[in-house]
């Protein structure tokens, strides 16, 4: 079932030489059986994005930008504000066969992907991609083992009744197992892939080797930064002053259907899901997801009530210890200034009295009475032994 837009994304796909700007791998263990071992999920967890649950750094990696939260935003933001933006999130974890789930909200505008993907170590791969300038549409793609040399897999659907992926969230689920491949749009099954199907060459080019979790947003129409035959699948040029652009998400659930599993190495260079040794236990980052540092609010909201009371008395007490000290202050301040202020006044007295001595002394000597003597004023010289002073 394809539609007139499939059939035009596939032949422009067949123009590409490279997959996707988020997908590559470090150690492909096609080539070597040294590759570092895949820590392994074993279990089953839920993820909550927002303000108070940011993605925890010992979980998820970031590259291309950080993630924006706000408490005015529905969810993490993954912004994109200008060329080599990409802001993306990787589990440090893997699964084989599984379960994934994501509350997404696509990003508007020409030339902008946003994207999950499921990826391993040896470039197995299953998408969800959703277009800027796409607003009915949500692709479903696959490859095995980073083979790009056809572009045969991807199909568009539309979303459940006449949705949009940019104007609301809407739930993008897989499912994988050894036996089927199956995407989901708001729990309604669009697509189902299993070995036998000729697409898979076989079974070669299906799926099947320990999967970690990508989440992100980029500019496929960024002429700087991809080759044409990129640019014309994501819908044309990108036009950053018609940004930023924001990609939102809201959780993310992931099942590891290898229940009890630490983690994962290949045995061979076959890429095959039997040749994948798996080691029992719990590993390191599943540790961290079960138990997670908890944030101030969620360390008092588990506090009994008892405590809980404790501390409000404590900060009642702590509060009333510093108004009493703010109290105190004021009183010392104020009997401060009353004990200066005696002292200022009791040598303001003394000088007053030492001046009514010194008029008293001047006019007994005839000071302050002379009069005039042909015009000048009759000066007289203190007796010796006398207080000397300035003319009053």
Request: with cysteine.
């Amino acid at each position: 079932m394809f539609s007139s837009r499939s059939l035009t994304s596939l032949l422009l796909l067949s123009l590409l030489p490279m997959t996707f700007a988020q997908t590559f791998t470090s150690c492909n263990p096609l080539n070597t059986t040294n590759c570092p071992v895949d820590p392994a999920l074993g279990t089953n967890a839920s993820f909550t994005f927002n303000s108070t649950s940011p993605a925890d750094p010992k979980v998820w990696n970031s590259t291309g930008g950080a993630l924006q939260y706000t408490l005015d935003k529905p969810g993490a933001e993954f912004l994109i504000q200008g060329s080599g933006d990409s802001p993306t999130i990787t589990s440090a974890f893997y699964f084989l066969f599984g379960r994934v789930s994501v509350v997404l909200r696509a990003a508007s505008g020409t030339g902008i992907v946003s994207s999950i993907v499921l990826e391993s170590d040896d470039l197995d791969e299953i998408d969800w991609e959703f277009l800027g300038g796409n607003s009915t549409h949500a692709e479903t793609n696959f490859f095995g083992k980073g083979n790009t040399t056809s572009y045969n897999r991807a199909i568009w659907y539309p979303l459940p009744n006449n949705a949009s992926p940019q104007e609301d969230f809407h739930n993008y689920t897989v499912t994988w197992t050894a036996e089927s491949l199956d995407w989901y749009i708001d729990d309604q099954h669009v697509r189902q892939v299993t070995p036998n199907d000729a697409v898979t060459l076989n079974g070669k080019n299906y799926p099947q080797t320990p999967m970690n979790l990508k989440m992100g947003i980029w500019a496929g129409g960024d002429p700087k930064t991809n080759v044409p035959g990129v640019v014309q699948w994501a819908g044309g040029d990108v036009d950053y002053s018609k940004g930023p652009f924001s990609m939102y998400i809201k959780s993310a659930e992931v099942v590891d259907y290898t229940t009890g599993a630490s983690q994962y190495s290949y045995g061979d260079e076959t890429g095959s899901w039997q040749s994948i040794k798996v080691e029992k236990g719990t590993s390191a980052v599943t540790q961290r997801v079960l138990n997670p540092p908890k944030t101030l609010t969620q360390r008092v909201t588990s506090l009994s009530h008892a405590a809980k009371v404790g501390i409000a008395i404590g900060a009642i007490a702590a509060a009333a210890l510093f108004a009493l000290a703010i109290t105190l202050c004021c009183i010392i301040q104020r009997r401060k200034g009353a004990k200066e202020k005696w002292y200022a006044d009791k040598e303001w007295e003394k000088n007053r009295r030492e001046q009514e001595e010194i008029r008293a002394e001047a006019e007994a000597l005839g000071y302050g009475k002379g009069g005039w003597v042909g015009g000048a004023r009759e000066v007289r010289e203190a007796p010796r032994g006398s207080r000397r002073f300035s003319r009053i």
